[in-house]
């Protein structure tokens, strides 16, 4: 099958490759690039496991085509530290006990992510409405909501 | 008593425990928040192969023949899996602890139990190709009657569905078709109560819909050993599993795992594992069988539905005389975890209460529906859902509080159970009167003193003596005995149940138009405000 080639942002790296016609965003990151931080749930758009950052706008990248992003900036929940330092939202949901299984989690960050850079204030509501597309099938949302609440700049000043 | 042997290891222990009701961090926190926690599909292994299985599309056939030339000339396919090729293909989950007859093989040979069975598994470069090699296989079903209801599965002359239990009932002990409890006399029981309340219950299949699905990478390691990556619950259970279906001694099995992306019971049943491997096996190569998301949902197994009736017999000073039980848990056509769910049910009548006539059958039924397993608290779950249901609705006949009627009836330390097991350290009426506090729900001060505890607190109930048979007990009945169905309106008290007044109640639902079943929404229909 022919291949073409496609570039783009990586976590701020530029990455090169051949992709497959019909091949995901999700594959190229994991199969092509070996970030393993986007997770496989459904494949059809439903869980939001997947959830990355593309110019950061949040999409399902399991139902993205990987040519689509050529030329643009992808982010992952593994580029959200700087150096060993946690990224807050990563502080906020290991101090609020926001993970179980911790399968969703990846996609709950860069949701969580996409919505501080936008709003660093949000509402409980603005928060909910922003992992809305995210099941987190242990049901632990409340500790999530709790967690990205506490990592916003609201929570930054109560503390 | 619980005794602690402290002796053991006094060198080694800290018994320093102050952990409980402090939080602590969860070790593999900092793993899941950066992303870097290690799921078995988080492995890419050189030269990984991918397995995908041709699934049933009826729910009941014989399979007359199987043309697999076109598969197998399909491209990148390296290897197509037949029964004919797993050494042990026939199992049940419980033999490792020698419960239960193998009864499900790994891939289905001449017959298919239920839709979405695995017929044949292909090992192919990617994904792609082997989906398109499953495309290309032939199969020719003769299709048979099925039977999707667990009454109709009991009827005689019902389709036997699996041959290793031809009255389509596990069987216990080799002989008994089902499980049961004896105490007191219940038809007595009945005779004396003022009430009759007799009622249908029936769960629904839930699926466990982990974010990640069920998988497993196999890869050929040195000396011979397989090194397995999985998703399971359940990893040494499911070791020894494979070891029995592959016919190789457990050590020669290497399985990684722990980190699971949900699970809640719904990975416990070993169904990648030995085809992986087996895979790794056949084709010298990492073999990574995944199961889609489509799969996961309508051929994984869910937790069980159950069908429960209840009929009790309660008096009109609300104690309940006699509870009579007959559950039939739908097993779908296989065993799975269903027998031992079943005696789990068992073990967990008639609730935590005390009732002095019991009589119990629990039956694990095989119908063509996909296999039920493990799920939260499978086999009490349930039951549970219909004995509360059930108090409720008691409660209700008889003009009580629902919280009230349930501390008249609660068992008590000292009580004797319906298995002859002597209650202790029960604690029903503590967790009640919580409840209630909690709630902010009204209750008395006597039943606020009472104690789970011997000889504590407001007496209980007295519950009557056994009384002599008697000749043609069903025809003495008492003139004032209602024969009460619940779904109708039911007819007023004979007579004040109670010294002190009593909050009014809503009036029950109106008739359901066919059967017993109640809607969940309908179990508060009497709570007060």
């Known amino acids: 099958m022919a291949k073409t080639p496609l570039q783009f942002r990586h976590n701020g790296r530029d990455v090169a490759m051949f992709v497959e016609g019909g091949m995901s965003l999700l594959s190229a990151l994991r199969d092509e690039i070996g970030d393993h931080s986007p997770k496989f749930g459904c494949g059809q758009g439903g869980c939001g496991a997947c959830t990355v950052l593309i110019d950061g706008e949040p999409v399902l990248s399991c139902i993205t085509l990987a040519e689509t992003v050529a030329g643009k900036s992808i982010e992952t929940a593994d580029g959200l530290k700087t150096g060993p330092e946690l990224h807050p939202l990563q502080a906020a949901f290991m101090d609020n006990f926001a993970a179980q299984c911790g399968y969703c989690t990846p996609g709950m960050l860069m949701a969580a992510k996409a919505l501080f850079d936008r709003n660093p204030d949000p509402s409980r509501v603005e928060v909910i409405d922003a992992i809305s597309g995210n099941i987190c099938r242990c049901t632990g949302y409340e500790a999530i909501i709790n967690a990205i609440l506490a990592a916003s700049r609201r929570g930054a000043r109560r503390a | 008593m619980l005794e602690l042997r402290k002796d053991i290891f006094a060198d080694e222990r800290d018994d320093n425990l102050k952990e409980i009701g402090k939080p602590t961090q969860r070790q593999d926190m900092l793993g899941h928040v950066t992303a870097t926690s290690v799921y078995f599909n988080d492995h890419k292994l050189q030269g990984m192969l991918h397995l995908k299985v ?11 023949r199987l043309d697999l030339s076109e598969a197998e000339r399909s491209p990148g396919v390296r290897r197509i899996i037949r029964g004919a090729d797993v050494p042990r293909n026939l199992n049940t989950l419980l033999s490792l602890i020698n419960f239960g007859k193998d009864d499900e093989p790994a891939l289905a040979v001449d017959k298919i139990r239920y839709k979405g069975e695995p017929i044949v598994a292909v090992v192919a470069d990617s994904e792609r190709e082997a989906f398109e090699a499953v495309a290309k296989i032939r199969v020719d079903y003769e299709p048979l009657p099925t039977v999707f209801d667990v009454e109709e599965a009991l009827k005689p002359g019902a389709p036997v569905i699996n041959e290793t239990y031809p009255k389509n009932t596990f069987t216990y002990h080799d002989i008994y078709d089902h499980q049961k409890i004896r105490f007191g006399d219940v038809e007595r029981g009945f005779a004396a109560a003022d009430h009759i309340l007799e009622q249908r219950y029936q769960m629904s299949p839930i699926e466990h819909a982990p974010t990640e699905t069920n998988g497993s990478i196999a890869a050929p390691d040195t000396n011979g050993r397989y090194v397995v990556y999985t998703s399971t619950q359940a990893l040494f259970f499911s070791l020894d599993t494979c070891a029995k279906i592959l016919d190789v001694p457990s050590n020669k099995l290497h399985f990684i795992g722990g980190t699971v992306g949900g699970g809640f019971g719904g990975k416990v049943d070993t169904v990648t594992e030995p085809l992986s491997i087996l895979g790794a096996m056949l084709t010298g190569r990492p073999v990574r069988y995944m199961i889609g998301r489509e799969e996961e949902m309508l051929y994984c197994a869910p937790r069980g539905a159950e069908r429960i009736f209840i009929k009790d017999g309660v008096s009109r000073d609300g104690r309940i005389l006699a509870r009579q039980f007959r559950c039939l848990f739908d097993s779908g056509a296989y065993t799975r975890l269903s027998s031992y769910a079943a005696v789990k049910c068992a073990a ?17 039924v095989f119908t063509n529906r996909v296999p039920a397993t493990a799920m939260r608290g499978f086999g009490v779950t ?16 008889v003009g ?3 919280m009230e009627f349930r501390l008249i009836n609660a068992y ?16 029903l009426i503590e967790c009640v009167q919580v409840a209630a506090e909690k709630a902010k729900w009204p209750m008395r001060d006597e039943f606020k003193r009472m104690s789970s505890l011997k000889d504590v607190g407001a007496p209980r109930a007295a519950t009557p003596a056994p009384q002599p048979a008697r000749e043609s007990i069903l025809v003495n009945r008492p003139a004032g005995q209602q024969r009460t169905v619940y779904d109708r309106p039911a007819p007023p008290p004979p007579e004040p149940i109670r010294p002190t007044p009593q909050p009014p109640l809503s009036s029950p639902p109106a ?18 405000r």
């Open chain 2, 400 to 402: 009580m509080d629902p």
């Open chain 2, 54 to 64: 041709l699934r049933s599309p009826h729910s009941h056939a014989r399979i007359r």
């Open chain 2, 412 to 427: 008590r330390d000292g009580d004797m159970k319906a298995h002859r097991r002597e209650a202790k350290n029960t604690a």
């Open chain 2, 348 to 364: 967990h009548l008639p609730g935590p209460y005390t009732i002095p006539n019991v009589y119990a059958e629990v039956y694990c």
């Open chain 2, 511 to 528: 008739a359901a138009p066919s059967h017993g079943a109640i809607r969940f929404s309908s179990v508060f229909g009497g709570r007060r």
């Open chain 2, 382 to 397: 349930a039951v549970d859902f219909a004995i509360e249901c059930q108090m409720d609705k008691l409660a209700h006949l």
